[in-house]
């Protein structure tokens, strides 16, 4: 039976990479109902994209919400850096899906401003830094992911998490989430939010911070290649939903769409609407 939600917020499902759990998405999904969804940027990994690697699994999710909104489901697409082309198709809206660069929803406890939050980026340090690190961290996730399906979880060893390892002991990475954090707050205050939510960091956290006097909740989802998080507000609450992780098989299906031509994709893909059809 499926847990009633009244906003959804999920976050940095960068599906299309190695490190994606969309396994782990879709097993959660199909737990819950929510009235509202907002997919708050990097949903598809189109900077990361790798047009020989598409998993069954990662089309599934993708199918999961072209149902949604085929049933007229309130969703809001707000756009990350990770699927920052999708900006040239801002306020795009079909039934009550649009797409976004930040919505604001209508809670009983206030206005929740919602965004990706790749916007700090620039403002806490230099660009390049900004995007050397990025890209560090991106190919870190994949070969972390890889080196749990590939070799741990065969041997039957522990999972390793690299990321939250120096995210939680290297004096500057926690120097630059606690800035990005505060610098959020800080700029919900000036316009007039006590809620902002955002995603990016891949941290879930919900903090109340104190701003010129006044208080303000500072909300993350996290994502679903480490965390495995989301928000979810339900009774007039905030809270974070951590997955508990169903360990199922390995997808066969991942390690051999690597090596494909265009012309086998493109016929694999043709057998993969077929199947989802059929569903």
């Known amino acids: 039976m499926k847990r009633n939600i009244d906003i959804l917020v999920i976050s940095d499902l960068h599906l299309g990479t190695y490190g994606s759990e969309a396994d782990e998405v879709l097993s959660y999904l199909k737990t819950i109902d929510a ?6 940027g990097d949903f598809v990994d189109i900077l990361l994209f790798n047009k020989k690697y598409w998993p069954s699994s990662h089309m599934k999710v993708v199918k999961y919400f072209l149902d949604l909104i085929s049933q007229g489901k309130e969703i809001h697409y707000v756009v990350g850096n990770h699927d920052e082309l999708l900006r040239k198709f801002l306020n795009y ?38 995007k050397f690190a990025g890209f560090v ?23 390793l998490n690299f990321s939250k390892a120096i995210k939680a002991n290297v004096k500057t990475a926690v120097q630059y989430f606690s800035n990005f954090e505060r610098v959020a707050a800080e700029t919900a205050h000036k316009n007039g939010y006590k ?22 909740i500072y909300m993350n989802s996290g994502d679903w290649l480490e965390s495995l998080s989301s928000l979810e507000y339900l009774d007039n609450k905030w809270s974070i939903y951590n997955h508990t992780r169903t360990e199922s098989d390995f997808n066969n299906d991942e390690g051999s769409r690597v090596e494909m031509t265009n012309k ?12 989802l059809k059929d569903k």
């Open 35 to 40: 009235k509202k969804i907002v997919i708050n």
């Open 195 to 216: 809620y902002v939510v955002l995603g990016h960091i891949h941290t879930p956290k919900i903090e109340s911070f104190d701003v010129d006097g006044d208080e303000i």
């Open 137 to 159: 961290y991106d190919y870190m996730i994949m070969f972390n992911s890889w080196l749990n399906k590939k070799i741990m979880k065969p041997l039957g060893g522990p999972r």
């Open 93 to 130: 809206k079909i039934q009550n899906f649009q797409i976004v660069n930040q919505v604001v929803l209508d809670t009983d406890e206030g206005k929740v401003w919602i965004f990706h939050g790749d916007v700090f980026d620039f403002s806490i340090q230099t660009q390049w830094i900004t």
């Open 264 to 275: 086998e994709l493109y016929k694999d893909m043709i057998e993969e609407f077929k199947i």
